[in-house]
């Protein structure tokens, strides 16, 4: 068992393209390590150069303390499921299966008895016969996943591996990646761009983009205390509200003020944000949880009510631009209604309007 | 879905044009070949009578035809064999990347493309036992002591042929095998290599299988071809020396027209046809299993 730890790597390919710049990280020994970003930032990227199928343009990457760039994929001791699965399609699931094992020498008996173990714990123990494509895309994630498991490698590279499944299917496979997970508890290390995925699975989250590391920290870290803007906005369903203002001190109390919009900060917080009174340049980061219909800090006319059953997503026009509330309860509000407007102030979020960084409060 | 009478009609339109073709420019011939192998026929008067099956038996009595059939064999697995070779190892290379691949893929059409009489020209030249590049080499090189007389010996002159029509016809697996390379998906071979697969292991296991099925089609069609090859087999060596290269449509060409047998030439042609058949059926089956694929 090891962990993998990333340093200054850097990766540009041929056609000038920067696909990772300056990303240094340590993925701990057994971990649930999600790389989260956007299309194109860079995390397919990551987990090929870790892999082997790509080699970095600088850094280094250690499995444990042995330097691996050096190394072919086949001598890392990892395994990765692709997002297309990759199965042999001229092969049987047996056959694909049994590969990793008879490239690794492996006896025939030998091999058989780990891939008829294995079936069984996958439940393709009916399909052990089939090719590829007379498989169900769940069945053929799960050969992917047991092609990954049977040498039992000891990092676990996996690329958006539930992305080709319809939703019900992927929730399930979510809970079962998790359960394999706590059983095997080997390193993995796991790429999406749904953050939902992330959220549920990780131990801890890398959020990427253009690129660069943006925060790593364990699901609730990153939800609480997002560094930036972009995670912010990134992480989080509905998207976190922006709103553009200034700080200022009103009795030894900071206040956040923003057209139409005001929000007293709680006095823990008010201390540490003296020093950062000004009269623009902030930005405020509202989640829609964090908003309720009642009166304290403003007031929006409704634009659409989204009724989820168990709660409306409101989406309102306030003075400060348009806010989205989560409001629990039914029929809470209808279209053209002029709603008041109550921001948790122990959850509001404050940046940086320049540079997007969080403000230290 | 049942389809309505004017559906039909217009399908029955539609397909009159090629099945009158077809009716006119290879059944009628054919049957016509057939008619011609059960009577004594001459090639210049065209006068004969019906023989019933004499024309068969005179085949398989006659050493000539055993010894042709033989060489035809030959002809066809050699080149064959050399063609699948040359085939894959260049549809190998021309898939990787390299500077200058889109001209070399070009390039590679080139005997393909030319005419036999051109090629063969060509070669007999190279081959030439007085003036030809072939000997010089050789003896320059010190492989051989004197010039050999490449197209008038046995069994350089079946070797020559062999190896010219391997060089003639091998284009055509590249292409065929070029194509099919090149719908691999990467990731078989990226998944291959996490799985500990050296290059070779990678070539038997993921690139051989995935180009199993075209190989079986291309294998079958050109032995099918190279089996009923005249021009390049007959413009080498005219099927000499004596009839050491000759080859199953000389032998047609021969009896029919310098010995006017017309009817026994027919009847060779059609045991021909029989053995092609074979491998029609095999190809039929191939290309049914890879419409199932
Ligand atoms: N082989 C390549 N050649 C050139 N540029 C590449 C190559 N592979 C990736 N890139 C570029 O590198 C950047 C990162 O790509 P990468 O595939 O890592 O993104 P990703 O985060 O996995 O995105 P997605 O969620 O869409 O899979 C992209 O801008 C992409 O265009
Ligand atoms: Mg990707």
Redesign the pocket.
Known sequence: MVSVRYQHLHKA???G?V??QDFSLEVADGEFLTFL??????????L?MTAGLETPTSGEIFFGERPVVDLPPGRRNIAMVFQSYALYPHMTVQQNLEYPLRKQGVARDERARRATALAATLQLDALLHRRPKHLSGGQQQRVALGRALIREPEVFLL??PLSNLDAELRTQMRAELIQLHRRIGRTMIY?T?DQVEAMTMSTRIAV?SK?ELQQVGTPLEIYREPRNRFVAAFVGSPAMNFVEGGIELRDGRAVFRAAGLEVALPDARSARLAGLARASGVLAGIRPEHLSLEPGSGEGRVLVVEAMGHEDIVTAETPAGRIVVRSAGTATAAAGDLVPLRVDPEKLHLFDAASGERLAC | MRLKTSDSLIGVAFITPAATLFLLLVAYPLFQSILISFSAINTMTLKGHYVGLANYLDILQDQEFWRTLVNTLIWTAGSLVLQVLLGVGFALLLHRAFPGRALARSLVLFPYLLSTAVAVLVWRWLFNDLYGILNYGLVHIGLIERPIAWLSRMPEAMISVILVGAWKFFPFVVIALLARLQTIPLQLYEAARIDGASAVARFWDITLPQLSGVLAVVVLLRSIWDFKEFDLVYLMTGGGPGIGTQTLPILVYREAFPQLHLGKGAAIAVVMLLVMLVFMLLYLRQSARGDER
């Open positions: 390919f041929g056609d393209s696909a990772l970003g956007p299309s194109g930032c860079g995390k397919t990227t990551t090929r690329d958006e790429v761009h990427m690129g």
